[in-house]
């Protein structure tokens, strides 16, 4: 190996090193300024290198906050020994789910291969949760393994734990998210959970290796999880609970949220029931889940044999509603991230354009999340 890294693998998780969620919106620029050959960052004058590709002054701060003595070489041995890869922005093993969120991560560790997210459901809850939350995860996990669905969840214990071990359960897929580096595991009592999952399923994360857990670590896991799945349920949280995060971060990258109900007046259930007042689908069995997961896929089918005709627009839309307008009466009821991928506007923008259309009235929102015209 060179002094530099010299490919984009090794250049990147330089710029990784920087720390999670460290913005992979200003690497993005960098890598389509270098048309990907991110590596010239390392080889040439930063600063005659900023001024001939023209970059504007935020991203030559970003190009300045690179930990240059981040020792790329080292890292690379421990992804190697560990059997795990390195999967940077730009790469075609790059989950597109994760270059459509906000501050998606500029790369990823992973020990196996990343499901696709139409095949991946998260599944989170509270870490106290009760006996009934805890069998309930490990059920719908079992029987959405059962189904082919990859299950994936944050390796904590409760809610996230029992999923883990239904689809394990199940001879599935599982992946877990971890808050810290692929060798720091955490919670340690789940270490025998972990282990099986490093052996038949998946461990993700953005970190370091050697990078410990803090505080800041949990909400940015969460992040991953949600964007990894087309789906996510919560089963059992508190109304500040971290899994309401997750959720949160499900509604913002448009994706699919359902919630369990539970009894009333326990706090494990405020959270979940919150949720569904707040539009999230009411789920009570897998039968339900899947009716969430399959109906937009029938839908959209349908839909898809109807005529691609220009559609009468409403007046004083600007371009970008005009956009989400004509995709959404060619396609029909679709997510916020399909509409972002449909239209190539970028998801952040996106949403913000479809929320202000929902409250014009132009546009409408269903329980499960999913917008449509409202004609």
Same mark, same amino acid.
């Given at each position: 190996m060179s002094d530099f890294p010299d490919n984009l693998s090794d250049a990147a998780l330089v710029f990784n090193a920087i720390g999670p969620a460290s913005g992979l919106k200003c690497f993005r620029q960098v890598y389509e300024l270098l048309s990907g050959e991110i590596w010239r960052v390392f080889h040439e004058n930063r600063a005659e290198l900023c001024a001939c590709c023209h970059f504007p002054q935020k991203i030559s701060a970003y190009l300045n906050s690179i930990p240059l003595s981040f020792d790329w070489k080292a890292e690379v041995v421990k992804i190697i020994s560990f059997g795990a890869?390195?999967?940077?922005y730009g790469s075609d093993e790059y989950p597109p789910s994760l270059a459509a969120i906000e501050n998606g991560p500029v790369g990823i560790y992973a020990t196996g291969k990343i499901s696709a997210e139409h095949d991946t459901i998260a599944i989170v809850g509270s870490r106290k949760c009760t006996f009934y939350g805890e069998k309930l995860a490990n059920e719908f996990a079992y029987e959405l393994a059962m189904r082919g669905y990859t299950v994936i969840s944050g390796l904590a214990v409760g809610i996230d734990m029992a999923a883990h071990a239904g689809a394990i359960r199940a001879g599935g897929k599982t992946i877990a998210v971890l808050p810290g580096g692929l060798d720091f595991v955490y919670p340690p009592e789940n270490r025998t959970l972990y282990n099986e999952i490093r052996r038949t399923g998946v461990l993700v994360t953005e970190c370091c290796f050697g990078r410990e857990v803090d505080r800041s670590s949990f909400s940015i896991r969460n992040r991953l999880i949600t964007a990894l799945a087309s789906a996510t349920v919560v089963i059992? *949280?508190?109304?500040?609970g971290g899994s309401m995060i997750s959720a949160r971060y499900a509604i913002r990258q448009g994706k699919k949220l359902m919630?369990?109900?539970?009894?009333?007046?326990?706090?494990?259930?405020?959270?979940?029931?919150?949720?569904?007042?707040g539009g999230a689908t009411l789920v009570t069995r897998v039968e339900e889940i899947l009716e969430v997961l399959l109906g937009e896929q029938s839908k959209q089918s349908e839909l898809e044999l109807h005529s691609e005709g220009v559609i009468p627009v409403p007046n004083q839309l600007s371009v970008e509603e005009t956009a989400i307008w004509?995709?959404?009466?060619?396609?029909? *009821?679709l997510t916020i991230a399909a509409i972002a991928n449909i239209t190539n506007l970028e998801p952040f923008t996106c949403a913000q354009v479809v929320q202000m259309m929902i409250i014009r009235g132009i546009l409408k929102k269903n329980t499960a999340g999913e917008i449509s015209p409202r004609r």
């Open positions: 890869s390195f999967i940077p059992e *949280t508190a109304t500040s919630a369990v109900p539970g009894p009333i007046g326990c706090g494990m259930s405020d959270g979940c029931h919150l949720l569904i007042r004509q995709a959404l009466c060619r396609r029909g *009821t």
